[in-house]
């Protein structure tokens, strides 16, 4: 069994930061492509930073310059430094991660950011 693991959310304030982690457990030595997504109240989950095994990013235009994504291979395990957090950046945070024919998902975490 493979979990991936969210931590890092909390409520914090407009212009503030957060760093989101992910790890890995279980019959797991590695992964492909690794992603966050997230999941507003009243919309649909969008990819919000994309990350693959050799280092290429990318990112949706409404977080570009303010989020960073990155990962430790090694460790089986990513991060999202997310600055300058905008209200709108309020949502449900899921890591996602693929090898194979396997597509792992973690439970999520909660990012408020209040006015």
């Known amino acids: 069994q493979v979990q991936l693991v969210e931590s890092g959310g909390g409520l914090v304030q407009a212009g503030g930061s957060l760093r989101l982690s992910c790890a890995a457990s279980?019959?797991?030595?590695?992964?492909?492509?690794m992603a966050w997504y997230r999941q507003a109240p009243g919309k649909p989950r969008e990819l919000v930073a994309i990350?693959?095994?050799?280092?290429?990013?990318n990112y949706a235009d409404s977080v570009k310059g303010r989020f960073i994504i990155s990962r430790d291979n090694r460790k089986i395990t990513m991060w999202l430094q997310m600055n300058s957090l905008k209200p709108e950046d309020t949502a449900v945070y899921y890591c996602?991660?693929?090898?194979?024919?396997?597509?792992?998902w973690g439970q999520g975490t909660q990012v408020t950011v209040s006015s």
């Open positions: 279980g019959s797991i030595f590695r992964l492909n492509t």
């Open positions: 996602n991660g693929r090898y194979g024919s396997s597509d792992y």
């Open positions: 990350i693959g095994s050799g280092g290429i990013t």
